[in-house]
């Protein structure tokens, strides 16, 4: 079992940033993929970064360039630097943890097994 707490979230003006952390516990050697999804109520939930064990990085379209995910091994804790935010990306944010290898890292909810209680990110016009 995996359990994941994410930390940073809050409300901020467009054009700003915040810093979201996800603290890994348990048994994680096993995990290939973590990642970071969002989602708005009455919306499907939508993978925003992900980076796998070899480092690979896979990201939305829609945060490119404005958000950048890494993580600490050593002590197991998966960040997401979020830069000149727009409202858009208002959402829940979820941390996920995967022990399915696939080629790229993947922004899709239900190869994640593992999920954080997710943190509230606003951000006003």
């Known amino acids: 079992q995996v359990q994941l707490v994410e930390s940073g979230g809050g409300s901020v003006q467009a054009g700003g940033s915040l810093r979201l952390s996800c603290a890994a516990f348990g048994y994680t050697d096993n995990t290939y993929c973590m990642g970071w999804f969002r989602q708005v109520p009455g919306k499907a939930r939508e993978g925003v970064a992900s980076i796998d064990s070899d480092g690979r990085i896979s990201y939305a379209d829609s945060v490119k360039g404005r958000f950048t995910i890494s993580q600490d091994n050593a002590k197991n804790i998966l960040y997401l630097q979020m830069n000149s935010l727009k409202p858009e990306d208002t959402a829940m944010y979820y941390c996920?943890?995967?022990?399915?290898?696939?080629?790229?890292?993947?922004?899709?909810?239900?190869?994640?097994?593992?999920w954080g209680q997710g943190t509230q990110v606003t951000v006003s016009s």
């Open positions: 996920a943890a995967s022990h399915i290898v696939v080629a790229v890292p993947s922004l899709a909810p239900d190869d994640f097994g593992y």
